[in-house]
């Protein structure tokens, strides 16, 4: 059964940068389309950016230019690259597959003080 494993998170201030990793163990993970999504406090999750194999991507408005979201092929890896972080970026990251979604991970917290 495939596994998501997210890290990286963390306690950061206003305007700070943090660097989400994922590690997914899944032989299809390189023609898979990846994503990160997140969930805030009392809130519904939601996806935040999603990479293709090829490396195309795309992102929630609320994150574009701010969040950069990349992948390994060769090391089964997703990453989330956050700078200028704001207070309502706090929230529950996950990583999954929008190409048959995968048994959700822990999740990584991220928390922007202002």
């Known amino acids: 059964q495939a596994q998501l494993v997210e890290s990286g998170g963390g306690l950061v201030q206003a305007g700070g940068s943090l660097r989400l990793s994922c590690s997914v163990s899944?032989?299809?993970?390189?023609?898979?389309?990846m994503a990160w999504f997140r969930q805030p406090p009392g809130k519904e999750r939601e996806l935040v950016a999603s990479?293709?194999?090829?490396?195309?991507?795309d992102y929630v408005d609320s994150v574009k230019g701010r969040f950069t979201i990349a992948r390994d092929n060769a090391k089964n890896m997703v990453y989330l690259q956050m700078t200028t972080l704001k207070p309502e970026d706090t929230a529950v990251y996950y990583c999954?597959?929008?190409?048959?979604?995968?048994?959700w991970g822990q999740g990584t917290q991220v928390t922007v003080s202002s």
């Open positions: 899944d032989s299809m993970f390189s023609i898979r389309v």
């Open positions: 999954n597959s929008l190409s048959g979604p995968l048994v």
């Open positions: 990479i293709r194999g090829s490396g195309s991507t």
